[in-house]
T-cell receptor, first 115, second 109 residues
């Protein structure tokens, strides 16, 4: 069964900490995405990557960065965590042909609380 | 920018049909998707429809697409308590998926 694995289900961090959220996929997908999910706002795209070492800003990249050194791993970095970054973070991956009936495969999410 | 809109909440009784509606803005979307999110989980692809189709049926699920009005709906027949979840519609736009806010479906026994 194909999988997108996010390293932590729950995280609690302090304001100002540097936070790493890890995502690994085993499907040899080219595309990987980071979203945050907030009630009433749906999923908002933070960053995405179409290939190793490539990254593109999504709709809300401020306060975040990403790293993709290997095809299977896509990391989201909060340079200096703030309370307004408390959220559910979802990683997803997809085949190169984005306009396909496969859509995205999602991880289970990381619920991050910044105190 | 591109936008996908959904109502936030729907409550139905077990055994009834549920209809979840969605409007989108990008008329060039090739595929439109419905995802389901159960409590504490990520999103699962439920079904999809290609933009040249009007309807797609998959067991208890029926997807209707009105391209003229940019309206997408998901009908769940004989709704069960296990269908309680958040349902997201999504359109494909410039290589990315744009999601709606999600509709929370509550199924009462």
């Amino acid at each position: 069964d194909v999988k997108v694995t996010q390293s932590s289900r729950y995280l609690v961090k302090r304001t100002g900490e540097k936070v790493f959220l890890e995502c690994v996929q085993d499907m040899d997908h080219e595309n990987m995405f980071w979203y945050r999910q907030d009630p009433g706002l749906g999923l908002r795209l933070i960053y995405f990557s179409y290939d190793v070492k490539m990254k593109e800003k999504g709709d809300i990249p401020e306060g975040y960065s990403v790293s993709r050194e290997k095809k299977e791993r896509f990391s989201l970095i909060l340079e200096s965590a703030s309370t307004n970054q408390t959220s559910m973070y979802l990683c997803a991956s997809s085949l190169e042909a984005v306009y396909s009936n496969y859509g995205y495969t999602f991880g289970s999410g990381t619920r991050l609380t910044v105190v | 920018g591109e936008d996908v809109e959904q109502s936030l909440f729907l409550s139905v009784r077990e055994g009834d049909s549920s209809v979840i509606n969605c409007t989108y803005t990008d008329s060039s979307s090739t595929y439109l998707y419905w995802y389901k999110q159960e409590p504490g989980a990520g999103l699962q692809l439920l079904t999809y429809i290609f933009s040249n189709m009007d309807m797609k049926q998959d067991q208890r699920l029926t997807v209707l697409l009105n391209k003229k009005d940019k309206h997408l709906s998901l009908r769940i027949a004989d709704t069960q308590t296990g269908d309680s979840a958040i349902y997201f519609c999504a359109e494909s736009y410039t290589g990315k998926l744009i999601f709606g806010q999600g509709t929370t479906l509550q199924v009462k026994p």
